[in-house]
């Protein structure tokens, strides 16, 4: 099978997705968080996984990046809809994280992958989470990354990333006013352990996603997806695929205890806490996570 970027017809939308065929062993499909589009994985994570041997399948999610969006328009008081969901209010939504797993699925069948080895950030993890317990035969291992059950009982963000995740208090969608506000929030979830990029290495790479996609109305969708999905601690007796948890200890946004949670609640899983690490992804991490996933998925 030849290299492949482009769109993909799967559960009833096109999306947009890069599959990497080189390598002998059991693919690796990377499933990305929130807000983010595919190009947020690091290249070097990329290179390392196909260098020992894996092939590689990464997409953007619906309502993100070159993928299908969704016309539907949902209330944008983000802080309303947070304490809708922390007090058990339903939620209006377009879809669910059960219909995004359902999506991965689809991409499964159409490059023929009939199990793989699960990697997914933040949302992309509770994605993943649903994948692994509801299409177990699929999934080889799960590898979750600064992610949660989505309980309501997890500790809350602080104060400063819940305004930084609310855009900061700056208005506007043009690529100013989109660089303000994504310096703010990279400047809130950077790893304090690892280099800092400058301000003008973070400003080229959002006016680079600012020019590919940018669907900030899509992004209160994959919102609303999160939020009214609820708890997943349902669905981790029915996980059978060994799982490896590796979680920040300076993550603002999904605090460390949500990533103990995990370990304690999904059966055969291993918890790496790590020190310095926040929510992002520092390319020189990179490293340190293929030599763990090398680890867990045995296929070194």
Known sequence: MEEFEGKVRTNGINIYARFLPKGDKTPVVLVMGLAFQMTTWPENLIELLQQNGYPVLLFDNRDIGLSE??????????????????????LPHSYS?????????????????????LLGISMGGMISQIMAASYGQRVKTLTLLSTSDNSTDNPIPSIEMLWRFMGSGVVGNDLASAQKRGLLLARTIQSPGFPKKTDEQILAKIEKNYYRSYQPAGVNRQIHAVLSTGSLRKFHPKIQAPTMIVHGKSDPLIRPHAGKRLSQSIP????????GLSHDLPEEFMPILVRLFLEHTQEQ
Do not use: C, W
């Open 268 to 275: 055969n899983s291993q918890l790496h806490l790590f020190e």
């Open 97 to 117: 994280l059960h219909d995004m797993a359902i999506d991965t699925l689809g991409l499964l069948d159409h490059f023929n992958l009939e199990k793989v080895h």
């Open 69 to 90: 969006i969704i016309q539907e328009k949902h209330n944008d008081l983000l802080l309303l809809s947070l304490l809708q969901y922390r007090f058990g209010f339903p």
